[in-house]
Nanobody, 123 residues
Framework: QVQLVESGGGLVQAGGSLRLSCAAS????????MGWFRQAPGKEREFVAA????????GYADSVKGRFTISRDNAKNTVYLQMNSLKPEDTAVYYC????????????????WGQGTQVTVSS
């Protein structure tokens, strides 16, 4: 199993940047695909980005492509989400998740979840 703890959320003005971090426990972090999801009030949780265990393959939701970058440091058991050019519609609770599979866009592929970190973008 793996335990996940997100950090780095906060309040930022539109156009600004934030970097989220997700620290994972366990010695097998490098074997997991990792994903970031978000959930805005009254909306379903949605896929944001994912990265395979090697870090060589990534995927993004169309809404964040070109603005967000997912990366990982397996030596530090940490996955990151660099968010640039933030928009008010990016406001949500952001969740880190771990997958024992390929790390698809489906939240059902991820059995392990963090507690979430709030990101608020003001206009």
């Amino acid at each position: 199993q793996v335990q996940l703890v997100e950090s780095g959320g906060g309040l930022v003005q539109a156009g600004g940047s934030l970097r989220l971090s997700c620290a994972a426990s366990g010695r097998t972090f490098s074997s997991y695909a990792m994903g970031w999801f978000r959930q805005a009030p009254g909306k379903e949780r949605e896929f944001v980005a994912a990265i395979r265990w090697s870090g060589l393959s990534t995927g993004y939701a169309d809404s964040v492509k070109g603005r967000f970058t997912i990366s990982r440091d397996n030596a530090k058991n940490t996955v990151y989400l660099q968010m640039n050019s933030l928009k008010p519609e990016d406001t949500a609770v952001y969740y880190c998740a771990a997958s024992t599979g390929w790390g698809t866009r489906s939240l059902h592929d991820y059995p392990y979840w963090g507690q979430g970190t709030q990101v608020t973008v003001s206009s």
